[in-house]
């Protein structure tokens, strides 16, 4: 039998089936990834118009059927259309990657409130002409914590150092954490997935994994801040996933591959 439900969604990923429909994947505070199909939507003239495209934050009914974890969207309301994300080149595919980096870490039936709430902001960030570089940084350093793969930055992982003189630091994927310059010299062999960190970035990161999420849009990275940063979350990404995220790809010199 069929279950209704409402939810607020964010369209995070959407593709043509048959002449008429479409297969909607949302990221939703109470059920985590949600696939849908949406009857008819590429003929709609009124429940769907302009409502099913990526990023649009929206209020969806739907219906859910005992043969299979595919449901059937039967309307969308539009809360928020995000429509600077589509005007903007580095918007969108800063945009772009946050969605793929929810396709690849969220599960159905897993939803998280403060994630969503997390997505969201990012949106908005970004659709506030924000810069690009800092919001990617401050979701994913958030997005991290809340999956539970919190980087460890409060010191060196071998001597617990965290000063000018271990600077520059590496990040190690495999381990979580930080290796200052003496203590990094003395593993054996190339390391090419670990990225370098100055000082200031690494103390940039540790005030972004505990601000509240209200106050994230205080901090400034500088350019150069914002490549170490994003060329660690990149590696230690597809260090976790086992996969490369392809939207990396898109961000042009933001972070190196």
């Known amino acids: ?26 990221y939703c505070p109470g059920l ?10 590429k003929r709609s003239r009124k429940r769907f118009v302009n409502k099913l495209e990526l990023f649009s934050l929206l209020e969806i009914q739907y219906a859910t059927g005992s043969r299979t974890s595919l449901v059937r969207i039967d ?12 005007r903007s080149y580095d918007a969108y595919a800063g945009a772009a990657l946050i969605c793929e980096l929810l396709l690849n870490w969220t599960r159905e039936n897993d939803g998280d409130d403060e994630l969503f709430a997390l997505v969201v ?18 979701f994913q350093i958030r997005m991290l914590d ?30 979580s954490g930080l290796l200052c310059s003496r203590c990094g010299c003395r ?14 970035t690494v103390m940039l990161l540790l005030k972004a994994q505990d601000l509240p999420r209200e106050k994230l849009s205080r901090l400034r990275f500088s350019p150069a801040a914002a490549r170490e940063s994003l060329t660690m979350l ?9 996969r490369e995220i392809y939207s990396w790809n898109h961000l042009g010199c933001l972070a190196a591959g």
């Open 75 to 86: 309307q969308a309301e539009m809360l928020t259309p995000f429509p600077t994300l589509r």
């Open 121 to 138: 902001w990012a949106l908005t960030q970004l659709d506030q002409g924000q810069p690009v570089g800092d919001t990617l940084v401050l």
């Open 187 to 200: 593993q054996t062999g190339a390391v090419p997935d670990q990225a370098s960190l100055s000082l200031s």
């Open 32 to 41: 985590g990834k949600l696939k849908g199909i949406a009857k008819g939507a």
């Open 1 to 26: 039998m069929a279950a209704c439900g409402q939810t607020p969604a964010v369209v995070i990923g959407v593709a043509d089936h048959g002449e008429s429909d479409k297969i909607v994947t949302c």
């Open 146 to 175: 809340l999956l539970g793969y919190r980087p460890r930055l409060h010191g060196c992982l071998e001597c617990g150092g965290l000063a000018p003189a271990g600077a520059p630091y590496r990040f190690s994927p495999s381990r």
């Open 234 to 242: 990149r590696h230690y990404g597809t260090y976790l996933l086992q």
